[in-house]
């Protein structure tokens, strides 16, 4: 099967620079069960090959266009060894949380080699608490959120004791590479299109700038959060390589208790934790700006239709607030706010960041980025956001893995050019966890927020309690 990426997908690979790798992942706690042995490396990879109709985005190769005049395509590697891409490495002493932290910074400070598989998983050993990490490392052109989602599910089980193979696969379907000739060829007809692209998104910016401009004469527009409008912080500067995690849980029920006493949303409740522990990070460095912090929220656009690999995410901005310093009086201004949000997003279309960058060849994006790098612009405007901010609903009942229960998912996600920061939450069973991605040369203490998220929500549950 060959398979051509879309435009964001596109420019996720074109865009990618030293310092802004577009690589997403999460790290994965499995603890033993009595009776069973915990031989994770050799479990996952017999799950992983035994499994290689349910995990397409796994088999797939890039092959990128000659010169980058057209879009690259993947091609399904019906024979790839996908075993052959989990490694095992061991934590440092004594293989606590924080050591664990650090060496995933570590792994995940380089990019993935464009010569293989775009993912790679880690077995990480010698962990004090007893428990196996799988640090799952994957190109964010390969997949999104949701087909994240679907891998997981195809890679754990609802009981220790599952074979391997599942009947629910599809057949693979196998194509050969097109040539490079063929792929010359395609990016000719791809130049050609160019212009008629073009006009088509133009027209489609029209239509759209006509409905933002009625939505902010609205009420609900004018508490939306607009992009180039985020004040600069010490959050937002130029980004190394390097890359550092911190990792925290809290109560699930917790956040639904404050969800219902304050008649909001549980993504509101996890920006307001988000928006508390940044404000109390800029307070401590005389860093806080008088105008809000602005966080960007990705949003799945899935339909159906849609094709089994890649991105269908749109990006919506909502204020957090961090002008209000009491915290209830902030979980309210940032409900209004993402009501807003939610009504500019569907003001914008779904689609209109996907077809935006299908309308230039990925040379003509790599340029573009270049120079943008190259003169330094990001410090002559504002920040378009501060912060990305994604809340991610996983599993309610227990899974499995290797004969190993599943314990704790701390996804991380991808920095931008110009935020040095990513909340990641994902719920399972009775908690949340949150995964806490930075540069740390630009946030220098990631556990500091890590830690203030416990504080947070202990405060906003108090006050639900009154």
Known sequence: MVERLNGLDTGMLAGET??????????VLLEAIDGHDLDVATGVRAVLNARRSLLGPFRYRLLESPLGLG?????????????????RV???????MREVAALAGNLFSTPLSRGGPLWEIWVVEGLQSGHVGLLVKVHHALMDGIRGERL??????????????RPDGEPIATDHAPSRLRML??????????????????????????????????????????????????LNRSLTARRAFAFASVSLEDM??????FGVTMNDVALAL???VLRRYLVERDDLPQRALIAQIPVGVHRDGDASGGNFVAATGASLHTDIADPVERLAAIHASMQGAKAMQAALGDDIVIDALAVLPPAAISAGVGLYRGLGLAAAHPPIFNTIISNVPGPPIPLYSCGARLAATYTLGPLLMGCGINITLMSYQDRVDFGIAVCPDVVEEPW????????????LRKAADA
């Open 90 to 96: 061991g934590v440092p002493a004594p293989g606590g």
């Open 18 to 27: 030293p310092e802004w790798h577009m690589h997403t992942g999460a790290l």
């Open 274 to 276: 988000s928006a508390d």
């Open 71 to 87: 879009r690259p395509v993947w091609v399904d590697s019906a024979d790839l060894d996908l075993g052959a891409q989990v490694r």
């Open 256 to 261: 639904r208790t404050v969800k219902r006493a």
């Open 448 to 459: 500091e927020l890590a830690e203030g998220i416990p504080d947070a929500l202990a405060v």
């Open 152 to 165: 997981f599910e195809a890679l754990f089980d609802l009981e220790p004791d599952a074979p391997l193979a």
């Open 185 to 234: 060829a395609k990016s000719g007809v791809f130049l050609a299109g160019t212009p008629l692209r073009a006009l088509q998104f133009g027209a489609e910016l029209v239509t759209a700038s006509g409905r933002l401009g009625r939505l902010l004469a609205s009420q609900e527009g004018r508490a939306a959060a607009l992009p180039f409008r985020a004040p600069r912080t010490s």
